[in-house]
């Protein structure tokens, strides 16, 4: 008799997992508390579809936090992989400008998601929706809300992050595992906006500016890229990588204080150089026009620095190479594009079983990593469950 697999939670990891699973040798069925599958999936096809990332092995593995966890999976099914895999299920992909390999122009995400489900359907996947997850019984049954409890040979729970809950993914299960005393680790936001008390002109003049190819540095981490002015603070890509660590910062002070490089590419002595031999006498000309500032950019130095600071050039080359600016909170999390907390790393073994409770498996958002947007999250989940995949699939049971 076929032995059974219950995949708790339909988004990407869990997805992933059932197109893998040989249904010669298991029973799978996906269990979801929605009416469908892969919201937080078309959530995240809204804005850029980033699937995955072009940066190739080691380095794509180290964007991660712990670096070590995610390596395994990440080696049997890398980006390249992935590619390959969603070509072969009709979603040809290319590479964007920033390293981001997105679906073809013109493809939606919900056909994706579609390719996505027609191959768990020619898997002979089962898909019971509604069915709401809340805990085991004393006989390690999983009990399902107003449904019953439901016996499975193994079950892999992928129940996602706790960020953007009207997709379903709400983190309440956290307590169900924590009640088995399984290690958990509270959700904070990840990829998400950081709080900056502007002053109101300011914002009011510049609210939705990018500072586009400047870079950020905080307790020796620096990013290239973009970030956006917002009303609450910053948003954007530059400073979404940040997110560990500035979240390590303000977990010891209020507030976290981070570096801007207004001119990345040129050295604090070629800045002080332009500044020095502009023929022009106005310091605000030189910054427009040999060091090419933006009007944000410029407004952002002048509002951050004194009078006296911005005359003299010494002390002004050396704020443009290194702008002091003070984080004062993180955005609410239902706002994150991700989040970390979940099951604790500790909890699981390298198969992502929990330790304490064997046959039962942890995969995608819900353990506890870290990743910057832009294709990494995405990547992560679908490595984890090709991994598993591969795991069950050769189990000797
Ligand atoms: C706005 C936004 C933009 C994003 N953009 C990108 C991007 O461009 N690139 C990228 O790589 N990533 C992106 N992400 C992140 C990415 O979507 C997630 O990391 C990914 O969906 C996580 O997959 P998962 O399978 O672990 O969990 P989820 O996708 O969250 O799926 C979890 C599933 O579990 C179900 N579930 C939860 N609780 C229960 C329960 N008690 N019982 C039964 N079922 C339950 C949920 O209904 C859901 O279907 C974005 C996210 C957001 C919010």
């Not at 197109?19 to 804005?47: M, P």
């Not at 002070?253 to 040129?266: G, R």
């Not at 502009?278 to 009007?295: D, G, P, Q, W, Y």
């Amino acid at each position: 008799m076929k032995k059974s697999i219950a995949i708790v939670g339909g988004g990407p990891a869990g997805m992933a997992l059932a197109t893998q699973l040989n249904t010669a040798l298991f029973e799978v069925t996906i269990y979801d508390r929605n009416k469908a599958l892969g919201r937080k999936f078309l959530v995240a096809g809204k804005g850029g579809f980033n699937l995955t990332h072009a940066t190739p092995m080691p380095a794509f593995a180290n964007q991660y936090t712990p670096a070590s966890f995610l390596k395994s999976s990440l080696s049997y099914f890398d980006n390249e992989n992935f590619r390959t895999w969603l070509n072969e299920i009709g979603i040809p992909t290319f590479v964007g400008t920033s390293k981001r390999i997105f679906p073809e122009k013109g493809i939606k995400p919900i056909e994706v998601l579609n390719c996505i489900k027609r191959r768990l359907e020619e898997n002979n996947v089962q898909i019971k929706y509604n069915h709401k997850w809340n805990g085991w019984d004393q006989s390690g049954n999983l009990i399902f809300e107003n449904r019953g409890v439901i016996k499975a040979d193994s079950a892999v729970f992928a129940l996602g992050g706790g960020s953007w809950k009207i997709t379903g993914s709400d983190g309440r299960w956290l307590k169900n595992f924590a009640r088995m005393n399984i290690k958990t680790v509270p959700f904070s936001p990840s990829n998400c906006g950081y709080k900056i008390d502007w002053p109101k002109n300011f914002i009011q003049a510049h609210e939705g500016k990018p500072l586009k190819n400047i870079s950020i540095s905080i307790s020796n981490k620096t990013i290239k890229g973009e970030i956006v002015l917002t009303n609450y603070g910053i948003e954007g890509n530059a400073i979404y990588a940040l997110s560990p660590n500035i979240r390590k910062a303000l977990n010891l002070s209020i507030p976290a204080t981070i570096y801007l490089d207004l001119k990345p590419t040129i050295s604090e002595a070629d800045v002080l150089k332009k500044l020095n031999d502009s023929a022009n006498k106005k310091v605000t000309e030189i910054l427009k026009r040999s060091l090419k500032l933006s009007k944000a950019q410029l407004a952002l130095l002048k509002q951050s620095i004194t009078k006296e600071e911005f005359l003299n050039k010494e002390k002004l080359s050396k704020y443009i190479k290194q702008l002091p600016l003070k984080i004062s909170g993180m955005a609410p999390i239902d706002q994150a594009i991700s989040s970390v907390g979940g099951i604790s790393l500790k909890a699981v073994d390298t198969k992502f079983q929990l330790i304490d409770l064997p046959e039962n498996y942890c995969i995608g958002e819900m353990l506890d990593w870290d990743a910057p947007t832009g294709g990494y999250l995405l990547q992560a989940c679908f490595s984890m469950g090709f991994k598993l995949a591969s795991e069950l699939n050769s189990k000797n049971y």
